[in-house]
C-alpha cells in the first residue's frame, strides 16, 4: 500500500518522474492545466504505486509526496 | 501509512524559478536534505551566487547571503571567520565559480577555510542565455561558440575538482552527477559528507555536480540527462578527487 | 605614532576584530599592524588573494554581524568599488581607509587628494553614497576611526576614512580613548544562525521588481538625508574678518593653516574651511561664509586637479569669485605657492 500526492500547483511538467517511474503509472493529465500553464503530472492507478519515492527523488520541484 | 518522502524542513515553500526540468531543484532539495538530516539548519548560513541560482537565498530556509558574481567563497569566508562554529556553504554555478570567481574558490580553497562549496556544471551560462562557459565542452555550441567551442581558441573545458584537488587546504573533493536515481542518492551522500568534514572542522570541502540545462542545451529534460551521461561524464570523471583522513 | 599604525590601533580600540586586505604602498602598515595585533586580541586577519576578495570578505563578516574594516590605497581601492556598492546595496556596516596616492591609472605612491570624486561621487555603480571622513591630525584620525565604526553601525552604511601617503606616513603624539564608543542596537539583521526567534536574516542586494528596488533605494536615502543633518562636520578657523577663505581638508588643510599664519603677518586675514565630512558636504557651513561681506573670494587648495572645487563652487553658489590651485601627481603645494595664489586673488579682487 503506497500513496503519491503531487503539488499540482508547482509542477512544470518536465516529465523526469514520468521516465523514471519503474510501474509507469505516472503520467501527463492532458486533460487539465495548472496555474503555471502546465499540464502538470499525475497517478491515475495509484493501486500499482510501490512507494519507491524515485518519482520524488527525480522531481526537481519538490511537487511529490509519497506515503506507504 | 507515513510520509516516506517530503519536502525537507530546509526548504522554504516558495516555488523555484527554475526552467522545467532543470536540475538545480534537485541539487537544492538535496542541499536541504542534508541539513535537515545532520540537524544544522539552524546552524548554517548559505551564500547565494550570481547566476540561475541568484535566488537560492529565497529557497534555502536559513540564513542567508547574496554574493557578487564569482565573490560567493570570499564573502563565506568572512561569514565563517566570524562564526567558526556555524555551517557556511556557498552554492555556485559554473561561470560564477571557474570563470570570474576562480580566484576566489583557488584561494579559498588553498587556506583550507572550513566551508563547503555546492558547484553546479551544467557546461554553459543559464541565466544569461546559454553563453559559453568554462566548463563548455569542446564542439558544444553556445550563444558565444555558434560553431561549436575550439580548443585553438577558447582552450579546453575547465576540470575545476581535479584543479582544486592539488590544494594541500582541500580537505575532501568529490564530482558526482544527477542524471538518475543511483546517482541522486551517491550525490545526497557526498553533499552530507562535506558537510560532516566540515563540522569535523577539516578543511575545504566541495561537490561538484554534473547538470542539465535543458533551455540552453536545446534539449527536452529527458534528453538532457542521456546527454549529460553521454558526453559531460566521460569528459569529467565522477568520483572522490581528493580526501584527506 | 605613525598614521598608518594609529588607523589600525584606534580600529582595535574600537572593536573592530576582523581585517582583511591586500598589500599596496603607501597603506602597507595598517595591514601588517592589524596582522600582529588581531591575533593578540582574539582577531582575525586574512591576506586576501586581491582586492576584490578583501572587500568581500568584508561584505561577509560584516553581513554576519561583526565589526570589520578593510585598507588599500588609489588603484586597490578601484578595485573594491564593487564589493562597496554591493556593501551599500545590502546596508552593511564597515570601514574602508584609502591612504590616496597619484593617479590615473599605476600613477605613483606620492600623497595625493584625486580620489575625492571616486570617495564622494559614488565610485561603485548605483544610487549610493559613502560617508567620507577627513583626518587632518593623527589625533583626528584616531578619533574619526572610532567615530566612523559608530556611524558606519547607527546608520547600517559604509563608511570610508580619506588620507593620503602624507597623512599615513606622519608622526604624531595621540591620545586613546577620548571620544566614548556610541550606543548601539544589536545586530539582529545579521546571519548569525537562525533560530527562529526573528525573521530570517538575508543579506542581500538584488531587487529584480523595479518597483521593489525604487522602495529601497528611496529607504536608503532617507538614511542619506538623516546623515546629512546630523553627522556633516566642518572646522572653520579665523573665518571671522577673513578676506580670502580657503577651502582644504586632510594635509592640504595643515599647509593652509601655515599660510595663515604668514599671511597674517603680511597683513592679510585668509580664513579656513575644513570640511571633516566630504559627503556629507558642509555646503551650508561654505555657503554662510561666503555671504559675509568682508569675504571678496573662495579659494579651494587641494593635491588634484580640482575635484572638491566643484562642490565649493556648487556651495559658493556664485556669490563670490570661486578660484581653484592645486598641485597633483604626489606634488604637494608648499605655503608659499598657495600664498602667491592668495595674494594674486587679492590684488584682483581689491581692484
Known sequence: MARVTFNEDLCKGCKLCVAVCPKKIVKIAEDRINNKGYHPATVEEMDKCIGCAFCAMMCPDVVIEVEK | MKKVFKRPESLTDKPMHYCPGCTHGIVHRLVAEALDELNIRQDTIGVAPVGCAVFAYDYFNCDMQEAAHGRAPAVATGIKRVHPDKVVFTYQGDGDLASIGAAEIVHAANRGEKITAIFINNAIYGMTGGQMAPTTLLDQVTATSPYGRKAETEGYPIRISEMLSTLEGAAYIERVSVHDIKHINHAKKAIRKAFEYQLQGRGFTMVEVLSTCPTNWGLTPLESLKWLKDNMIPYYPLGVKREVE | ?????????????????????????????????????????????????????????????????????????????????????????????????????????????????????????????????????????????????????????????????????????????????????????????????????????????????????????????????????????????????????????????????????????????????????????????????????????VLTVEMSMGQMAEDVTLAVGGRKPSLFYGRTGGMVPAPLEILAEIKKIREGALK
Open chain 3, 1 to 297: 605614532m605613525k598614521g598608518n599604525e594609529a588607523i589600525a590601533e584606534a580600529a582595535i580600540q574600537a572593536g573592530c576584530r576582523y581585517f582583511f586586505g591586500y598589500p599596496i604602498t603607501p597603506q602597507n602598515e595598517i595591514p601588517a599592524y592589524m596582522a600582529k595585533r588581531l591575533p593578540q586580541v582574539g582577531g582575525t586577519f586574512i591576506q586576501a588573494e586581491s582586492e576584490i576578495s578583501a572587500i568581500n570578505m568584508v561584505y561577509g563578516a560584516a553581513g554576519a554581524g561583526a565589526r570589520v574594516m578593510t585598507s588599500s590605497s588609489s588603484p586597490g581601492i578601484s578595485l573594491k568599488q564593487e564589493g562597496i556598492s554591493y556593501i551599500a546595496g545590502a546596508e552593511l556596516p564597515c570601514l574602508i581607509v584609502n591612504i590616496v596616492r597619484g593617479g590615473p591609472g599605476l600613477g605613483g605612491i606620492q600623497p595625493a587628494q584625486s580620489d575625492y570624486f571616486q570617495a564622494v561621487k559614488g565610485g561603485g555603480h548605483g544610487d549610493y553614497r559613502l560617508v567620507v571622513l577627513a583626518p587632518s591630525t593623527i589625533q583626528e584620525v584616531v578619533d574619526l576611526v572610532q567615530e566612523g565604526f559608530d556611524i558606519a553601525d547607527r546608520y547600517r552604511n559604509p563608511v570610508m576614512i580619506l588620507g593620503d601617503g602624507m597623512l599615513g606616513q606622519m608622526m604624531e603624539p595621540v591620545e586613546f580613548g577620548k571620544r566614548k564608543p556610541a550606543e548601539l542596537p544589536p545586530k539582529e539583521w545579521a546571519t548569525a544562525g537562525w533560530k527562529g526567534d526573528r525573521p530570517r536574516a538575508v543579506i542581500n542586494s538584488l531587487f529584480i521588481d523595479p518597483q521593489a528596488l525604487e522602495d529601497h533605494v528611496k529607504k536608503i536615502y532617507k538614511k542619506y538625508k538623516a546623515i546629512r543633518i546630523n553627522e556633516t562636520r566642518a572646522e572653520c578657523f579665523n573665518c571671522e574678518d577673513a578676506e580670502i577663505i580657503v577651502a582644504a581638508y586632510g594635509t592640504t588643510a595643515r599647509i593652509v593653516r601655515s599660510v595663515i599664519e604668514i599671511a597674517s603677518k603680511e597683513g592679510i586675514k585668509v580664513g579656513l574651511i575644513r570640511p571633516i565630512t566630504l559627503w556629507p558636504f558642509p555646503a551650508e557651513t561654505i555657503r554662510s561664509w561666503a555671504e559675509k561681506d568682508h569675504v571678496k573670494a
